[in-house]
């Protein structure tokens, strides 16, 4: 399972039992590949028990920063995670955490998945539309192109979030 949220993604799996001392109940590991994602959980989810301080950074693995939970601690992040969707659309959530790289995973997955999936096709025929013009267009313009601002600070848009 990947849990992703406006914030960060965490991939939580069992912990393995070769690695994981005796009576020790945490037999969950969340995952990031982002220790700031890890951060976020402690920061935005104290109630749930998981401190900064316990954030394990492992650089010769796929998800560098683990943390280890119990059953129930999990299950209590999980919740509270759903529990705060407060969105209509998901991926534009990111915007509030300037989280443009995040951002543009999301874009990513989501068109993966509408690649492989969707059976929507009314919105294949303009998606595949889009894709032949953009390849036919390779314009050798001589005309300088202005640098493009960061999304975060178009005036319409930092209007409309709060600085996090």
Known sequence: MWIMTSWGVLMPGER???HTPAG??????????????LERVCVFYPEVG???EDIIYFDF?????RIFATRSQFADLVSRIALDVNYVKFKSSTEKFREEKLHLFYNRVWGIY?????TNRYLEKIAQTYR????????????????RKHWWEDVDRAERTENF
């Open 16 to 18: 393995p039992k070769e």
């Open 61 to 65: 693995t796929d998800y560098e920063f």
């Open 132 to 147: 032949s013009k953009k390849k036919k267009k390779k314009s050798k313009s001589t005309v300088p192109v202005q640098p």
């Open 50 to 52: 998981l401190k900064k």
């Open 24 to 37: 020790d109940d945490r037999v969950i590991q969340i995952r990031a590949r982002r220790r700031i994602d």
């Open 114 to 118: 509408y690649d492989m999936f969707s």
